[in-house]
């Protein structure tokens, strides 16, 4: 009877167990499907945002391309002007046969330029190309039937600028814009020059007639619809203005059908994917319900062996943190006990009753004595750096050697910063006796960085940067002094910060080195020159790329000593090749903004080649386009050429290129930069841009050399456009000094 009633108690109790489960997994399941509910409804929102976010960044793509296209072929009158002017100066007059050469060196391979021309008074003398535009001969704008082009003449008689027409109908048909701009010579004005350009061919080249991936154009300019449909307009969901010369044009567009399809689709598979994860879950739920004793009595059994094997470990532990926390060259505690000491300190310090100051030495002559002695001197002087530093601490200071030469001290509680000046001074003034070494007194002293918790960070690695930063600020101001932490001392990242700091040191030792590219005469392969290439070889990064560091040394103003670094160690070098006989070769050195815009920039140059004994014919100084197009800078230019410096252009035509300033500048060489030389043979707008170049430097005696060229393509097309100079990877990769003086030796 008793059985009985167990059985049936058991049985009571495994069905009301039983019912429980599925009760609980009901509820769930309803949790769960709720939750894939909204989190869906969400996927779908942010997918539909996403489609339109997509569209607009395709939208500026375009719109960018459309602008980049007018502005470049509008801008050509300038040249054109330039051309005009200078036929002028030299013969009096232009000739139909060179305004056609010069017009062919642009237009071939220029899509959407309808014609160039030339109005002698306002009156069609000459056009390019000559077919399908006889009808603008003789055409006078100044008498036109059309009011908005007598305007615009009148208008463009009066100015320098460039004035724009259009978009309308065409003389000689079809839908375009004009870009026009007056000549005067000899004091009065001459007639335009005039650059019509064909509107369906700048909107394909902007990509916006082709067929696109799922997006609809519409372009309106001046009230009129270009192409697509004018309802885009009503009420566009994606819109751009685009910025021309005197006025701008509207795109608006619409994701296509498709696109918002695919979120539906997405937004299925998700619902899908989750329901499926819920159905293992509570498949997984249940399986883990029912076996919950058996695993109960596995956790018991493995917590005891988990328990004494944590034991074991303590000990253990206990018998290796005795070393692990200590350096082995001075006994002091090391790097690892200073970060975990750092974290209890910060934890148990309660400001603002209490704060803790973290002063970061670094001493100053250390490199000079292990270099010298050897590091058993070495490690001898941290030994007795360490004592002397243990013999002024109080119980509320910890000393720790955290590396080479960097030691740091802890002190809390602190009430003010008096307290850790009145410390730092006391450490400063350890170092006012000299150390005895091999019966020799050195006077070593140290730079002190002070950071204070939590004014200066809210965690450890916050304190250590800026104490470190610091630390380097008393370093660069004089040494042998302490300096706290203030917000004037941040850059503008972290890793900026951290950089900014590895620059000073990889100055003061001497981590810089240079490599040389050589240049080459395009028809004869004869070395022509080098051009010097800074490299930085830091002692824990390793090699560290220029782009990573320029520009943080022009923020900093570090670019000024680096550069006069990189020009000592150039000349220095081009006084090795030359003492040993070896043929003097024109090295070329980039200039930085901040070096050339120094007040005696010239004088400095010049002391810096009087101090090597080096010719100034030896050195080509490479500076911008931007830099040699300030009107303040010309004077300088010249100096530096009549001193017998070479001068010339880096990366001409990327920025902001001026025919009539190059006309001007005192430079003898202009660079091709490699972004047009990896066009060639791939894109015909940077074979004629780069054939336009050649054609004027040529007229402008100018030599030109080509950068970044690597394929035997670029190099023939560069020589039969009679290209002077080759430099890049198809003749040489930047090299060493060691592998430059076997080529020298050929």
């Known amino acids: 009877m008793r059985r009985a009633i167990k059985r049936h108690l058991f049985a009571m109790h495994s069905y009301k167990a039983s019912l429980g489960l599925w009760i609980l997994l009901a509820v769930l399941a309803l949790l769960l499907d709720s939750g894939i509910v909204l989190f869906t409804h969400d996927y779908k929102e942010r997918l539909a945002k996403e489609v339109y976010t997509d569209a607009q960044y395709e939208l500026n793509a375009h719109a960018s391309a459309l602008s980049s296209a007018i502005d470049s072929k509008l801008n050509l009158a300038k040249g054109i002007r330039a051309f005009v002017i200078d036929e002028l100066e030299h013969s009096g007059t232009v000739s139909q046969s060179r305004f056609s050469t010069f017009s062919s060196a642009f237009m071939d391979g220029l899509p959407g330029i309808r014609n160039f021309s030339i109005y002698e008074n306002g009156i069609a003398s000459m056009v390019y190309p000559l077919e399908g535009n006889e009808v603008l001969l003789g055409l006078d704008l100044f008498h036109h039937r059309d009011p908005a082009v007598r ?89 751009q203005a685009v910025s021309i010369p005197e006025g701008h044009w509207e795109i608006a567009a619409e994701p296509g059908a498709f696109r918002l399809d695919s979120v539906d689709s997405k937004v299925r598979l998700v619902q899908r994917i989750c329901w499926s994860a ?25 917590t005891q062996k988990l328990e004494e094997a944590n034991r074991e470990l303590e ?164 040494k042998n002094q302490y300096r706290f932490f203030d917000t004037s001392l941040s850059t503008n990242t972290e890793e900026a910060m951290e950089l ?63 550069g006069e670094k990189v020009l000592h160690l150039v000349c220095a070098q081009s006084k090795i090749w030359q003492r040993a006989g070896l043929p003097p070769v024109r090295i070329a050195v980039n200039l930085s903004a901040r070096q050339f815009a120094q007040k005696n920039f010239a004088a400095r140059l010049g002391e810096i080649l009087e101090e090597h004994e080096m010719e100034p014919r030896y050195i ?43 006309k001007k500048l005192p430079v003898q060489k202009i660079k091709i930069d490699r972004s047009f030389v990896t066009g060639i043979s791939r894109d015909r707008k940077d074979e004629a841009i780069i054939a336009a170049m050649l054609h004027i430097a040529d007229r402008l005696n100018l030599t030109v050399i080509a950068e970044g060229v690597e394929t035997q393509e670029q190099l023939d097309f560069l020589k039969d456009n009679n290209c002077h100079s080759i430099q890049g990877y198809i003749f040489y990769k930047p090299q060493p000094a060691e592998e430059i003086e076997d080529l020298l030796k050929e």
């Open 151 to 239: 305007e615009n003449a009148e208008r463009t008689k009066l100015t320098e600028e460039l004035t724009i027409l259009g978009p309308l109908e065409l003389t000689q048909g079809g839908t375009g814009i004009l870009s026009r701009q007056s000549v005067f010579w000899q004091g009065r004005f001459w007639g335009f020059v005039s650059v019509v350009l064909d509107v369906p061919p700048i909107l394909e080249e902007a990509g916006l007639t082709s067929a696109n991936k799922g997006i609809e154009f519409a372009v309106r300019a001046g009230g009129q619809v270009l192409i697509g449909s004018p309802e885009h307009f009503d009420h566009p969901s994606l819109y």
């Open 278 to 302: 819920m159905l293992l879950i509570l498949i997984f739920l249940y399986t883990q319900f029912t076996q919950k004793a058996k695993l109960k009595q596995l956790v018991k059994l493995r």
């Open 315 to 478: 000990v253990t532990y206990q018998e290796l943190a005795a070393t692990a926390y200590r350096d082995p060259v001075t006994g002091l505690l090391n790097r690892s006990s200073f970060n975990e000491t750092l974290a209890v300190w910060m934890e148990e310090v309660r400001p603002p009753e209490a704060r803790m100051a973290l002063l970061y030495l670094d001493i100053d002559q250390f490199k000079l004595v292990n270099d010298t002695l050897g590091h058993v001197y070495g490690d001898l002087l941290l030994r007795e750096i360490g004592d002397r530093l243990s013999g002024v601490l109080s119980q509320n200071q910890l000393l720790f050697r955290i590396g080479g030469d960097e030691f740091t001290i802890l002190q809390r509680p602190i009430e003010g910063l008096d307290e850790a000046r009145a410390f730092a001074q006391k450490v400063c003034d350890l170092f006012q006796e000299p150390f005895r070494l091999r019966d020799t007194e050195y006077f070593i002293t140290a730079s002190i960085g002070i950071a204070i918790y939590p004014e200066d960070g809210g965690d450890g690695a916050s304190i250590v940067r800026n104490a470190d930063v610091a630390m380097y600020r008393a370093k660069q101001e004089g």
């Open 500 to 562: 900014a700091g590895q620059l000073r040191r990889a100055l003061e030792k001497d981590e810089f080195f240079i490599h040389y590219q050589p240049q080459i005469e395009a028809r004869t392969g004869k070395l022509t020159g080098l051009e010097a290439l800074i490299r930085w070889q830091h002692p824990v990064r390793g090699l560290v790329p220029p782009g990573t560091f320029i520009p943080i040394a022009e923020e900093t103003g570090l670019i000024v000593p680096i």
């Open 620 to 662: 080509e100084l490479e500076i911008t386009e931007n830099m040699a197009m300030k009107d303040d800078m010309q004077p300088v230019l010249q100096q530096l050429r009549d001193q017998g410096f070479t001068l010339s252009i880096d990366d001409f035509g990327t920025q902001y290129s001026s025919l009539n300033y190059l």
